[in-house]
């Protein structure tokens, strides 16, 4: 690779569950694509010093700091990678944005609709600066997923007549589960929905080309209370004797309607018992079908509907071939990719996307168009699950830079997020961003 290529310098805010997804994606992605930038890893950002710097030395980062304002600051840092919980995207992709930082903020985009407008405007201001902004929505990468959205824009799907989509886990299951900040609704907005949900939601409209613009929902919390967590490791922790509330949903169901008129149904949960990481979707339409489930994710099954009956049935799609999407670079045919490898995909159309001047996808227009969803299903399932219409584009809308979108980013009095919390600045109330 040419030392001549232009440098990209990282900022990563958080290094827990996604952190650590994120940081081997951006270890892996040079040493395995030919990038037009090169990517480096130049600090990683936690509220506690010693623990931060601890988790800079063994995920790859030059550097580590306690606020993450400071990094804004830094020249040698060009885009900030926010994976933190989901209370503090908005200030902090506000305040980079305005900053002329580039910024990945991994799903959801936001904890409200308010704040995912304001964070939408302070992109579109950002970007006649050449300032980009993208979403996390990483499962677009799995090469079989994108196997099916290539598919249905060829036409060989036809006309989509119906979606069905899940996100079933099971790691709350357990009423003894302990406590973390996913089951704070001021700290993760929602639960099943936004956690899992948002990400059916996304690849619903990703494949299809259609946005979901009604909804007819319900929201369950099975278990109100759970012990508070001694110790915490990405989902999981140890649990103590003292009990508190769970205050988001365990559980979203809703059908939905998409604006080329078919039917979609779409559950997501966390009590699926069994269930690790079932992300299925399936999309029928007048000339055939596609489905994927991620627990084999390597594989797409198409149905062929002009086959002949004696041979009719789902062609089993190995997606490991070099002509697939992405899998060119990685390993001999039939040798599979895994979870990681979605966001090392990120990686490399984010950088190759900001070398063109382009903007990348999910854009922040995309996340906001899923939180719209979002926040439709919460005001359908509020109203007794009456038929909602998903918020369109001239319903709501806050110019950037103004009073509103800064308040709704929480950053007009330079307080951080919601319940003036600031991410990485050693209060002990922050939201800890190891968990």
């Not at 804004?72 to 060009?78: A, P, T």
């Not at 996304?202 to 278990?223: H, N």
């Not at 989902?235 to 059908?255: K, Y």
């Not at 002509?323 to 995909?345: D, I």
Request: proline share 4%.
């Amino acid at each position: 690779m040419s030392e001549e290529r232009r440098r990209l310098g990282v900022a990563m805010i958080g290094y827990a569950f996604m952190g650590r997804a994120h940081s081997q994606a951006w270890r892996v992605a040079p040493r395995f694509f030919d990038l037009p930038m090169t990517p480096e890893m130049t600090v990683l950002v936690g509220r506690d010093g010693a623990r931060a710097a601890a988790a800079a030395a063994r995920l790859g980062w030059a550097d580590a700091e306690t606020d993450w304002r400071r990094v804004l600051e830094r020249d040698d840092v060009g885009l900030v990678d926010i994976c933190s919980p989901g209370s503090t995207h908005a200030e902090i992709a506000v305040a980079a944005l305005e900053a002329g930082k580039h910024v990945l903020v991994e799903k959801p985009m936001a904890n409200t609709l308010a704040e995912a407008e304001a964070m939408a405007a302070a992109a579109r201001a950002a970007a006649p600066s050449g300032v980009r902004a993208m979403v996390g929505f990483s499962y677009r990468r799995v090469p079989a997923v994108a196997l099916a959205r290539q598919l249905v824009a060829d036409g060989r799907l036809g006309t989509i007549r119906q979606v069905r989509a899940q996100y079933l886990q099971d790691w709350l299951a357990d009423p003894d589960a302990p406590l973390s900040w996913r089951l704070d609704k001021e700290q993760a907005g929602s639960g099943a929905l936004g956690d899992i949900g948002a990400h059916i939601v996304d690849l619903a409209q990703f494949i299809t080309g259609q946005r979901v613009v009604g909804v007819s929902a319900m929201l369950d919390t099975f278990v109100h209370e759970r012990p508070v967590a001694e110790s915490s490791d990405g989902l999981h922790g140890t649990a103590g004797t003292e009990r508190g509330p769970v205050t988001v949903d365990d559980a979203a169901s809703f059908l939905a309607r998409l604006s080329g008129g078919a039917p979609a149904v779409f559950e997501a949960t966390r009590f699926a018992w069994g269930r690790k990481n079932a992300m299925r979707i399936e999309v029928t339409g007048s000339l055939g079908a596609v489905a994927f489930d991620f627990e084999d994710m390597n594989v797409l099954q198409y149905f062929d509907a002009v086959d002949e009956d004696l041979t009719a049935g789902f062609r089993r799609i190995v997606v490991t071939e070099p002509v697939h999407p992405y899998v060119g670079a990685w390993w001999p045919a039939g040798h599979g990719l895994g979870y990681e490898h979605a966001f090392t995909h990120q990686v490399v159309d984010l950088v190759g996307a900001l070398a063109a001047g382009e903007q990348p996808t999910p854009s922040f227009e995309d996340g906001l168009a899923v939180q719209r969803v979002l926040d439709a299903v919460e005001r359908s399932a509020a109203a007794s699950s009456v038929f909602t219409q998903v918020r369109a584009d001239d319903d709501a809308g806050t110019p950037a830079g103004s009073t509103a979108a800064r308040a709704a980013a929480g950053s007009v009095s330079g307080s951080a997020t919601a319940g003036g919390t600031a991410v990485g600045s050693g209060d002990a109330a922050e939201p800890d961003l190891t968990q």
